[in-house]
């Protein structure tokens, strides 16, 4: 059968499963061109997953204290009868913009992560609108380009040089390092820490974090000034070119090269070799995830074009229209999204009375996690979440419904990387019912009529392929389809690519990509990347493989006296967790790293007790969570007796 990963991540994977005496398993689809027939080592252990004896089995009414894991099992009937009523009685009493709908990517299926919104819009409820993950650098990329949809990926083997700059891709995105490496593509790192992507790459550039705006202005800066760039593509298509050659004059080499750690030689050799090779740059999701992220991106996205590529960055993909699947068009009250940074707000500030979760975890992946566990212990709201797992949200919910998996259902998916559409066929049978059955048996016991809420998943899949013109026994046959890209142009005010922006100017921004410099009141900068073994939270309880040390540069622990192992204690305005040190040369002076979002009911915390929930007002509300300062001590056990 035709499976598809539908986790959030990059490579959206062709997976070929079987299920025989009771048993999955799983293989890559070899013919898929990104997956190759290999999976990753978390999609390798999908059965695992699959099979775990921890998935939820039965509704659950809470009965002791939010957090205290005291349930009622119920039946379905009786769950979905208390939702609807405390729904009703919500929107009787409140009005149905106290309702909020909080989803986020943890299956991206078409039908399971869209179908749902069609009962809230229904009903006129809010939704959020989405700022956690990737937002601030989009907002950059439509300063420059007009769109964050940059290069099919398929084309890197035509390219010489692919730049990782902020992303780990041989963690997160290990088909599309692979798709370089095999391809013989040269592969250069730009981060903060020496990752497994460094490790595997022609050369590394260690920056200091929040510098890369700099760094790139300087690269700009020598290509120009030496005449290392396509003058003949720049005079057609860049906007604003005599203005920012005279902005990046301004700019000394030197300086540059003191705030970003990068010597000026290398900065020299990043210049010409990147014009030599007409590299391309793969944008990470990871380095814009903080307060200087949205300018940092809106430098980098510079470079491709100065070697004379239209769109030679990589950042998102977007291939089909779903917006039918979501049917906003049954709204008749416009839209309030919440900003997605602005949860625990609302919540405190009481305009929210029910909250619906699904395919997320909040309670682990959201920053600032003592506020938002406070604001939902003190609130009057009503929360239900759907998921299949006990998760630390399931546990602060008055209702938990047990949701399945992507082997049983039929969805297809498309991928925010690459430009397939996969097919999802059910392959086994497990516990759970799946997001859009649970948005129907609701709407049944509203006494809801309209025919979209009731639309079985197939014929809204159909529907999507049809308006997107995919033909339905083509994507059965092979499992996948190539969604193919239409010639472009950029929808900027001028038409070009805008070295000038003039949206960042609307929004009250200088036209130019702006150094800042940030500052905590801590002394270290704590970084909280992905983990190899996990996608955010997802895989901690089943796998069981994580890594909850704090990683720190030898004379950062030299100075506290820690040594390696040693249990210490990390803190800040936020919170404080107890780990152990590991002491290591990867990461620099200056700065910590902690691993994202593990399962704080496991580990007793997670780094987002400590992460700041500040937010990048000017670029879209995103998420700032790299912008932390934490402080690091000796822990000294308490004297016994
Ligand atoms: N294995 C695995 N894969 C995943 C995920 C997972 O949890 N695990 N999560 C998925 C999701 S939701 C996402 S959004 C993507 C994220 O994919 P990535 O972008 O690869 O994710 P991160 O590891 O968060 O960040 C990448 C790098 O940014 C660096 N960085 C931080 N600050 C700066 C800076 O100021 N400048 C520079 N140049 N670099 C900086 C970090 O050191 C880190 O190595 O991965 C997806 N894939
Ligand atoms: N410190 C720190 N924190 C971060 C980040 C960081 O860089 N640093 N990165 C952020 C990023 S990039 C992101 S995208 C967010 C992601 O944060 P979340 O959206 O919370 O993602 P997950 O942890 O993957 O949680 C997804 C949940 O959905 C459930 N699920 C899976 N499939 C289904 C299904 O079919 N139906 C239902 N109902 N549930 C399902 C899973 O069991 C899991 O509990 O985290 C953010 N958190
Ligand atoms: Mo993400």
């Given amino acids: 059968m035709f499976s598809a990963?539908?986790?959030?991540?990059?490579?959206?994977?062709?997976?070929?499963?079987?299920?025989?005496?009771?048993?999955?398993?799983?293989?890559?689809?070899?013919?898929?061109?990104?997956?190759?027939?290999?999976?990753?080592?978390?999609?390798?252990?999908?059965?695992?997953?699959?099979?775990?004896?921890?998935?939820?089995?039965?509704?659950?009414?809470?009965?002791?204290?939010?957090?205290?894991?005291?349930?009622?099992?119920?039946?379905?009937?009786?769950?979905?009868?208390?939702?609807?009523?405390?729904?009703?009685?919500?929107?009787?009493?409140?009005?149905?913009?106290?309702?909020?709908?909080?989803?986020?990517?943890?299956?991206?299926?078409?039908?399971?992560?869209?179908?749902?919104?069609?009962?809230?819009?229904?009903?006129?409820?809010?939704?959020?609108?989405?700022?956690?993950?990737?937002?601030?650098?989009?907002?950059?990329?439509?300063?420059?380009?007009?769109?964050?949809?940059?290069?099919?990926?398929?084309e890197i083997p035509n390219h010489k040089l692919i730049v990782y700059w902020g992303i780990n891709a041989f963690w997160t995105n290990l088909h599309g390092f692979m798709l370089a490496k095999r391809n013989n593509v040269e592969i250069w790192t730009v981060d903060v820490i020496r990752t497994e992507t460094a490790?595997?790459?022609?050369?590394?550039?260690?920056?200091?974090p929040d510098t890369d705006v700099l760094f790139a202005l300087g690269i700009a800066k020598v290509m120009i000034e030496n005449g290392w760039y396509d003058k003949e593509f720049v005079k057609e298509n860049v906007y604003g070119f005599e203005e920012f050659k005279n902005y990046i004059k301004t700019l000394s080499l030197d300086y540059i090269s003191k705030e970003t750690g990068i010597e000026v030689e290398k900065i020299f050799e990043f210049a010409q070799e990147f014009w030599e090779k007409r590299g391309i740059i793969h944008i990470g999701y990871g380095f814009q995830r903080s307060l200087a992220g949205g300018e940092g991106v809106r430098a980098v996205s510079l470079l491709p074009a100065l070697v004379g590529h239209k769109f030679g960055f990589i950042y998102d993909m977007v291939t089909i229209d779903k917006s039918y699947a979501e049917g906003k068009f049954l709204r008749t009250e416009p839209e309030n999204p919440l900003p997605q940074m602005e949860l625990a707000e609302a919540i405190e500030s009481g305009e929210i009375k029910f909250l619906y979760i699904y395919n997320s975890n909040p309670l682990a992946s959201y920053p600032n996690q003592n506020r938002l566990r406070r604001a939902l212990e003190n609130a009057d709201i009503f929360v239900v979440t759907h998921d299949i797992f006990m998760?630390?949200?399931?546990?602060?919910?008055?209702?938990?419904?047990?949701?399945?998996?992507?082997?049983?259902?039929?969805?297809?998916?498309?991928?925010?990387?690459?430009?397939?559409?996969?097919?999802?066929?059910?392959?086994?049978?497990?516990?759970?019912?799946?997001?859009?059955e649970v948005t129907r048996l609701l709407a049944k016991e509203l006494g809801i009529n309209n025919p979209y809420i009731y639309e079985n998943d197939e014929e809204v899949v159909k529907k999507v392929l049809e308006i997107n013109g995919i033909s339905f026994e083509e994507l059965k046959e092979k499992g996948f389809v190539k969604v193919p890209q239409k010639e472009r142009v950029w929808p900027t005010p001028s038409g070009k690519i805008e070295f000038y922006s003039q949206r960042a100017v609307k929004r009250g921004l200088s036209p130019f990509p702006t150094y800042k410099k940030f500052r905590g009141k801590y002394p270290l900068r704590l970084l909280s990347p992905t983990y190899r073994m996990t996608i955010t939270s997802q895989y901690h309880n089943t796998y069981g493989i994580i890594d909850e040390k704090i990683y720190m540069n030898p004379k950062d622990a030299q100075e506290r006296k820690i040594k390696d192992g040693d249990k210490v204690i990390v803190f800040n305005e936020y919170g404080r967790v107890i780990t152990r040190a590991k002491i290591t040369e990867d990461v620099p002076r200056g700065v910590v790293v902690m691993y994202k979002a593990f399962w704080p009911s496991l580990l007793g915390w997670n780094v987002n007790f400590l992460t700041t929930d500040k937010k990048v007002e000017e670029y879209g509300k995103a998420s700032a969570f790299h912008s932390t300062w934490v402080d690091v001590t000796l822990y000294s056990e308490p004297e016994e007796g």
């Avoid at 299920?19 to 978390?42: A, S």
């Avoid at 989803?103 to 039908?111: E, I, L, Q």
């Avoid at 259902?409 to 999802?424: E, G, K, Q």
């Avoid at 049978?429 to 859009?436: D, I």
């Fill in 391 to 436: 998760t630390d949200t399931a546990l602060y919910s008055d209702v938990v419904l047990p949701a399945n998996t992507f082997f049983e259902r039929f969805d297809i998916v498309d991928s925010y990387y690459h430009r397939y559409v996969l097919l999802n066929e059910p392959v086994a049978k497990g516990p759970g019912k799946s997001n859009s």
């Fill in 199 to 208: 490790k595997r790459s022609s050369k590394f550039f260690q920056i200091k």
């Fill in 5 to 154: 990963c539908m986790r959030d991540c990059y490579d959206t994977c062709a997976i070929i499963s079987e299920f025989k005496n009771g048993k999955l398993t799983v293989k890559g689809n070899p013919k898929h061109p990104i997956t190759r027939g290999f999976l990753c080592p978390k999609g390798a252990l999908l059965p695992k997953w699959f099979h775990s004896p921890e998935r939820l089995k039965t509704p659950l009414i809470r009965k002791g204290k939010r957090g205290e894991n005291n349930f009622a099992e119920v039946s379905w009937e009786e769950a979905i009868k208390l939702v609807a009523k405390k729904l009703k009685e919500t929107i009787e009493k409140f009005g149905s913009e106290s309702i909020l709908v909080y989803r986020y990517a943890g299956d991206r299926g078409v039908v399971n992560y869209n179908f749902p919104l069609r009962l809230f819009h229904y009903l006129n409820a809010r939704t959020i609108e989405s700022g956690i993950c990737d937002r601030a650098g989009q907002e950059a990329l439509k300063d420059v380009y007009g769109t964050a949809v940059g290069l099919d990926p398929e």
